[in-house]
């Protein structure tokens, strides 16, 4: 096992942080009417600026046969992972939303995941 330095931990952080703000603006995003497609562009919008890249976009996995192209996962309702974005899929009030994303800063990977639920029945998130 390999202890991480103090400066490689920070790096970390800044992966860390810039994950954790763009979970956050796609959060309040995540509103009745909104489409996932949108909530995939707030997520390329905020990845930017907070300086990271969407280590998700073009990730392409030996076992498939065309790259992945979304920076993020979003799962509605029982969809249980990785659910790809779309302009046709339109939250409704009471919808399970899974936002999935991970942010590359200088090759320090992010990888996190909420949940959001319609508590009040008003918004997604509430």
Not at 8 to 18: D, R, T, Y
Not at 91 to 104: K, Y
Request: with cysteine.
């Amino acid at each position: 096992m390999k202890l991480k330095t103090q400066s490689e931990i920070e790096a970390m952080s800044v992966a860390g942080k810039a994950a954790a703000k763009t979970l956050q603006s796609m959060k309040a995003g995540a509103v009745v009417g909104a489409t996932t497609m949108e909530l995939e562009e707030i997520a390329r919008e905020e990845l930017k600026a907070q300086g990271a890249k969407p280590a998700l976009l073009n990730y392409h996995p030996r076992f498939s046969r065309v790259p992945y192209k979304y920076a993020t996962c979003i799962s509605v309702n029982d969809e249980v992972i990785h659910g790809q974005p779309s302009a046709e899929r339109v939250l409704r009030m009471g919808d399970v939303v899974g936002l999935d994303l991970v942010a590359d800063v200088d090759g320090w990977l992010a990888d996190s995941a909420i949940t959001v639920i319609d508590r009040k029945s008003t918004s997604l998130n509430s």
